[in-house]
């Protein structure tokens, strides 16, 4: 009964001005962290993607070390030391490092 007596006092303006905060809540939410996020998640995927042999690289355990073969889309062998060789997930490298 209450909210017909809303409605029929002129609910629908009011209504709209009460959920108008939670929408411009959610829109800088959105441009402020969900949509940086997807463009840093979107650029990682790339650089793993174009990952390849010879690369110096440094995992998220905080390994550095040049790749020596892509086994597959997930593993990759990275050299850490002379004639060591470690299994590494593609997606836990963090950072190519230049060559200068």
Same mark, same amino acid.
């Given at each position: ?31 402020? +962290?969900?949509?940086?996020?997807? &463009? ?5 995927? $790339?650089? !793993? %993607? ?12 905080? +390994?550095?070390?040049?790749?020596? &073969? ?5 593993? $990759?062998? !990275? %050299? ?21």
């Amino acid at each position: 009964m209450f909210i017909n007596q809303a409605l029929a006092a002129g609910g629908n303006s009011d209504f709209l001005l009460s959920i108008a905060p939670l929408v411009l809540i959610f829109a800088v939410f959105y441009f402020l +962290l969900i949509r940086p996020q997807q &463009k840093k998640m979107k650029e990682h995927r $790339a650089m !793993v %993607e174009a990952l390849s042999k010879g690369d110096k690289v440094i995992t998220a355990g905080g +390994l550095m070390g040049a790749i020596t &073969k892509i086994e597959d889309d997930k593993i $990759a062998l !990275v %050299e850490i030391s002379e004639n060591v060789n470690v299994k590494v997930v593609r997606s836990t490298i963090t950072e190519v490092i230049k060559n200068k």
